[in-house]
């Protein structure tokens, strides 16, 4: 087994009432595990590409194999794209600061800007998809947004991304994505959100 389902830095229960235990146990437990096995199941199909780090190959999905090509694309980018969005939740309440800040007011006037663009680009994604934010090869911060578990690696450096997938939240928000995405601002990671924005800039 090459790659392995991470621990999350926190319970459960952490995200409550946010984001509920039994959506995260599900979620972690159960999709990301899934995609983590399909994944593994796929690359012992051909060492060459095994060998090969996840972030490259997703980058670029043409050297991959065909008979594998969709089965990394999808099952890989669930990996990828879940180990990313479990980092950037948090039970401690915190605002965007310091150069991640000045960032953000620079690109969209302010924060609470920022978050209504975020928020009309994550209910603008037709069925499962993600948004994103990233900064761009120009130094731009910029929202995008990603079909099923596909990854905007090839559009610059990734800081922060919301599942929209329907697993994520109809447990506790049935259809209504509008109050999962709300909820989801109380409990994201503006540290290590941060973090991501001042490695990209080395
Ligand atoms: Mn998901």
Redesign the pocket.
């Known amino acids: 087994m090459k790659y392995e389902l991470p621990k999350l830095p926190y319970d459960y229960d952490a995200l409550e009432p946010y984001l509920d235990a039994r959506t995260m146990e599900l ?1 972690h437990g159960k ?2 595990a899934g995609y983590v096995v399909k994944l593994n199941a796929a690359l012992e199909k051909n060492e060459d590409i095994a060998k090969k780090p996840l972030e490259g190959l997703l980058a670029d999905t043409t050297q991959i194999p065909e008979d594998i090509r969709e089965a990394v694309r999808n099952n890989g980018g669930g990996h990828f794209n ?1 180990s990313l ?1 479990w980092e950037t939740l948090s039970p401690e309440k915190e605002e965007p600061q310091d150069t991640f800040l000045e960032a953000v007011n620079k690109e969209f006037g302010d924060v609470a800007s920022f978050q209504k663009q975020f928020t009309e680009a994550a209910l603008g994604v037709f069925g499962s998809g993600w948004a994103w934010l990233i900064k761009t090869k120009n130094e731009k911060l910029e929202i995008v947004k990603t079909k099923n578990q596909d990854t905007p690696l090839n559009q610059g450096s990734l800081l922060l991304n919301l ?1 929209v ?1 329907e ?2 939240y109809y447990l506790k928000y049935q259809n209504r994505r509008p109050e999962y995405i709300e909820a989801w601002w109380s409990v994201v990671n503006w540290k290590k959100v941060a973090e991501r924005f001042s490695r990209s800039l080395k």
Request: proline letters at 0%.
């Open positions: 979620h999709h990301h879940h969005f599942d997938w697993h994520a």
